[in-house]
């Protein structure tokens, strides 16, 4: 039982000390892919640390919203974390307490959140960012359920750690349509929910094109260090839910002994490296996408996952 | 003959046509060619009209042979006998349309290709082969109906390839999905027609259904029936008058056999349900064409949609009942092909006098060219089916077997539909033949320029092929020779099974 | 081994759903012929693949076929005949905005389920399977395809996506079809390409465009009328 909550606790630890180096990796190597040197990978630690030394301008027109939503953007991919198989492919402690759909539920109260914040203050840049946000999101939605509804079909269960199993017992699972093709959906939705190249530019510094960066302009010090870190948490827990949940559970720990837990940090972090891999080969050959054709992209997404339905339905029907 | 002879001649005709020569080498090649196909198919209708085998030809194991039998050796005469009349209208029609030695070598070469693919489809008996014939005829014949190059031609050109191969995809589907069918039946003989009547007894109904239906709509594409015929007026009234009197006249009739050499397989498996669709398909089809006949403005137009009311005048009766209206059906696909021929020629004539294909711009032209007119007057009353002609013959035997059979509404609807062809094709055809009125100047765009004051003579070429191609509408409304009516009865007991 | 190749030829026919569904979708008329071209690559794949399952050695002549006729002669013979320009082209007005027709088209493919249902329980086990479904659907899509573009080349291969689909359920279904017959329709395919291509040509020079959806000169028009030329 201990040992359970221990190793929940070193989940959590894990998505807390890694994100950040997860979107560091990233950016270097984008800038190395465009022939730059591109900063540290360490770059956003210190981003972070410089933040939260910095005093914080909170807008007198502002409410509560304002101020309260750095602290739940933070805590709710930490909170997915405990749901969903980081580290290990047996449910841990707090597991219990929800399924996929739950998760996908907490995510998006923090993204919510986010954008009434930006609605808060009076800057016209915020409301702007949050009416985008909220568009991919109503057209993210429909996939997302797809997706869920998909993998509770094939695998008859909402639960990750049962979802996971699926895919490869036996191992000729790993092709079933319908995996290959969900895992398509959740790629694309991963790309417009991170805020990711097709959709949206991470990296733009033009208010007017921005989607999801616009929403933390009012941000200063502390609170912006924690709308960030909870940005790069809320990438590292899809990652996380795409790697071990919808793809396989390979080098996860299935032994109960903390030895294996702990061989499965690196073998994760391995996973999401090769998985960031593939997401700059993405955003390296991809240009933006114009702000209405992103209804085309997640019409994509949408048509993926219910290909993937259409798969399992058709071969159940043999 | 040889039934492989009968197909390496025209293509021996498109290659010779090729040749570089003056300017009635191809012509008269292809003239020669057709000739010769029409005797060899005349001593084989003669042949098996005598009750004796055929020869059958290079029996190799690859294309499961070529083999005739009655229906099939009907389809060729009419296939051979309106390839050659076209070739005699072609010599003096196309003298207007070609330019270059290299259209012509074009036209030709189109032509004998498009007579090969329509030759193989009756002799082939696998039916993907035919499959595959038929995809030919559309493209053999794509470029004959741009053979213009105007906007409406290469339109019209588009619609028929896009829709004809739209239809054939689905075909191809119904053919392998039969063949699933076949092998399903576990009667593992030669995918063949005989093969498949053969087999129909233990096959899956759902998939020999499924088969048909897919057949019926996709080769019914390319045959104008009704929901899927929308582009066969355009196709069959752009081309040049002597490829609308192949289209119109054989082709579809040719595409149309394939069908019906489906029923004798239904008709052997235990519920085949065949008769009904062809029945409904083929009355919406005869209905629809003759009210849509009444509102179009382009005489070409009018007589290509009264080909997809006589279509549907065949699929009806044969869903009438094969045992009881088949006769009727064959006569009146013979009837259909040598009327419908000859009313293109004749409105290629007219055509060729008048420079418009408007028949608001037609009046009095009985006073102008006395034999256009005559012709075009003779073909509306041939083609609506009136006393004494070939059409009125066959479609009395249609109406009569219908009411034997006790298909009351059907053959109602039937007598109906084609009482309003006749009133809307014929008021049309008055109009421009006998009215009075002052001739309008021909639209911009027409085919020819607008003639004025003095009309051009007929060419020779075009009044021998008017000749000709009347002589046995005007012979079958009151005398079926014998050999035919036997041919006919054979073809008729095909299509039982 | 049978569950992988199982898994794999559905693996298989699913993203040839996917192609059926980026062709009716699909801008970049060159994008249109590199999904086309996947597709028959996918189409060759599921034939090696059941030929695999079921020991069937025609069905390696077919993916051989296929890939030589539809992968490397008719992109060819398209670039030969069409006009170049073609391919610079990007259709910025379908018939349907592109979410309607997607919708639409994943209408069709549940139909095409349906449709499929009944011939499924009538044919032998060994014959059941994705491709069926997905055969029709691919059918259906091409078609569909062919009514929502107005591009000459996206409507081409529509019309050659049909034939792919009805091929990749006849090889589930009619696995010993004669290889003349497959090679008589392969070349069909390609004199398709060569006629459609030489038409196309000849209506970007007389009519000055390739959308040929948007010819519209011959309509009915009342008898007696001025008719639009």
């Known amino acids: 039982m201990l040992r359970m909550i221990l190793y929940n606790v070193l989940q959590v630890l894990v998505v807390l000390g890694f994100s950040p180096l997860a979107a560091g990796v990233l950016n270097r190597l984008k800038e190395m892919v465009q022939s730059k040197h591109g900063p540290s990978i360490f770059q956003p630690y210190r981003d972070l640390w410089k933040f939260f030394h910095k005093d914080e301008i909170v807008s007198e027109e502002s409410s509560w919203i304002f101020r309260f939503t750095p602290y739940l953007v933070f805590v709710t991919p930490l909170f997915v974390t405990l749901l969903i198989p980081v580290l290990t492919t047996y449910p841990l402690f707090f597991a219990f307490m929800g399924d996929m759909i739950a998760g996908g539920f907490v995510l998006a109260l923090g993204g919510f959140f986010a954008a009434l914040a930006a609605v808060d203050t009076a800057n016209p840049y915020g409301p702007v960012g949050a009416s985008r946000t909220r568009m991919v999101g109503f057209l993210a939605e429909p996939v997302f359920m797809i997706v869920f509804f998909t993998v509770s079909f094939v695998a008859g269960s909402t639960i ?116 960031l891999l593939v997401l700059i080969v993405i955003e390296s050959s991809l240009a933006k996408l114009r702000l209405f054709r992103i209804a085309e992209f997640l019409g994509a997404a949408f048509i993926t996952a219910v290909a993937a339905m259409m798969m399992q339905v058709f071969l159940v029907g043999r | 003959m040889n039934l492989c002879l009968l197909l390496l001649l025209p293509l021996a005709a498109t290659l010779l046509v090729c040749l570089p020569a003056n300017k009635y080498w191809a012509p008269g090649v292809t003239l020669v060619s057709s000739l010769m196909i029409l005797v060899g198919v005349m001593r084989l209708a003669w042949l098996m009209a005598a009750g004796q085998s055929v020869m059958t030809g290079w029996n190799t194991g690859l294309l499961h042979g070529l083999t005739v039998d009655g229906l099939s050796v009907l389809i060729l005469l009419l296939i051979a006998f309106i390839a050659t009349t076209a070739a005699i209208f072609s010599i003096g029609y196309m003298e207007h349309q070609i330019l270059t030695p290299w259209k012509r070598r074009l036209y030709y070469a189109n032509y004998n290709l498009f007579v090969f693919s329509m030759l193989a489809i009756p002799v082939l008996v696998d039916p993907t082969l035919v499959w595959i014939a038929v995809e030919l005829t559309t493209l053999c014949s794509a470029l004959l109906v741009s053979f213009e190059n105007t906007h409406e031609a290469l339109e019209a050109a588009w619609k028929y390839v896009v829709l004809s191969l739209m239809g054939a995809g689905i075909a191809l589907f119904g053919f392998l999905v039969l063949f699933a069918a076949m092998q399903t039946s576990g009667r593992g003989g030669a995918y063949t027609w005989s093969g498949l009547i053969a087999a129909a007894p233990a096959m899956p109904p759902v998939l020999l259904q499924a088969a048909f239906l897919l057949i019926l709509i996709g080769l019914g594409t390319k045959v104008g029936l009704v929901p899927m015929h929308t582009w066969l007026p355009d196709a069959h009234s752009q081309a040049p008058s002597p490829v609308c009197a192949l289209l119109s006249g054989i082709e579809t009739t040719t595409i149309l056999y394939v069908i019906l050499r489906l029923f004798p397989v239904l008709h052997a498996a235990p519920h085949g349900h065949a008769d009904i669709w062809a029945m409904v398909l083929g009355l919406i089809s005869v209905g629809a064409a003759a009210f849509l006949l009444l509102q179009v403005s382009d005489y070409k137009r009018l007589l290509a949609f009264s080909t997809v009311e006589h279509m549907g005048i065949i699929l009806t009766a044969v869903g009438l009942g094969a045992s009881v209206a088949g006769y009727g059906a064959m006569q009146q696909v013979v009837s259909h092909a040598v009327t419908k021929s000859f009313c293109f020629f004749a409105a290629g004539a007219v055509l060729l006098v008048t420079g418009t294909r408007q028949i608001a711009a037609v009046r009095g032209l009985i006073g102008k060219s006395p034999l256009a007119g005559a012709a075009l007057i003779f073909g509306g009353l041939a083609i609506t089916g009136a006393p004494p002609l070939a059409v009125f013959l066959s479609e009395f035997t249609i109406l009569k077997a219908g009411l034997t059979a006790r298909h009351y509404l059907a053959t109602g609807l039937l007598a109906l539909f084609i009482v309003i062809a006749f009133f809307g094709i014929m008021l049309h055809f008055n109009r421009m033949v006998f009215g009075a009125g002052s001739d309008q100047a021909s639209p911009e765009g027409a ?43 054979q073809a008729a007991a095909a299509l039982k099974g | 081994m049978t569950p992988w190749l199982d898994n794999l030829n559905a693996l298989a026919t699913g993203l040839f759903l996917l192609t059926a569904f980026g062709m009716v979708a699909m801008r970049q008329v060159r994008g249109c012929l590199n999904l086309f071209i996947l597709q028959s690559v996918l189409l060759a794949a599921s034939a090696v693949l059941l030929g695999l399952r079921y020991s069937a050695g025609d069905l390696y002549g077919v993916a051989i076929v296929g890939i030589v006729s539809k992968v490397i002669l008719l992109p060819w013979l398209l670039r030969k005949t069409a006009p170049a320009e073609i391919y610079t082209r990007r259709e910025v007005d379908q018939v349907l905005n592109i979410p309607t027709a997607l919708l639409i088209a994943l209408a069709l493919v549940i139909l095409s389920y349906f449709l499929a249902l009944p011939l499924l329980n009538a044919v032998a086990p060994e014959f059941r399977g994705p491709n069926l479904p997905i055969g029709i659907a691919g059918l259906l899509l091409g078609a569909f395809t062919i009514t929502v573009r107005r591009e000459a080349v996206p409507l081409l291969l529509g019309l050659l996506a049909m034939e792919n689909g009805a091929f990749l359920a006849g090889i589930a279904l009619a696995r010993h079809l004669p290889l003349l017959v497959e090679l008589a329709i392969a070349t069909d395919g390609l004199i398709v390409v060569f006629i459609v291509g030489v038409l196309t040509r000849a209506i970007q020079k007389q009519v000055g465009t390739t959308a040929v959806g948007e010819m519209a000169h011959l309509k009915e028009t009342p008898a007696g009328g001025e008719a639009p030329r």
Request: a positive charge; glycine letters at 8%; charged letters at 10%.
């Open chain 1, 160 to 275: 990750p750690y049962i979802v996971q199993e699926k895919w490869i017992t036996p191992p000729a699972n790993f092709f079933m349509p319908s995996h290959v093709l969900l895992m398509l959906a959740f790629l694309m939705l991963i790309l417009a929910e991170g805020g990711r190249i097709p959709v949206d530019n991470p990296s733009g510094h033009f208010e007017l094109a921005m989607i999801d960066e616009s929403k933390s302009l009012e941000y200063s010090g502390p609170g912006l260090a924690l709308m960030k870190w909870g940005g790069y948490m809320k990438l590292f827990v899809l990652m996380c839910i795409f790697l071990n949940v919808l793809v396989a559970p390979w080098g996860l720990a299935s032994a109960p002994s903390s030895g294996a837990v702990l061989l499965a940090i690196p073998l994760v972090l391995l996973k999401i490296f090769g998985f």
């Open chain 2, 447 to 489: 085919a020819f320029p607008a003639r004025r004051g003095n009309l051009p003579r007929l060419p020779w070429s075009c009044r021998l092929a008017l000749f000709v191609a009347a002589a046995p509408v005007l012979v079958l409304g009151v005398y079926i020779p014998p050999p035919l009516q036997n041919l006919l009865t």
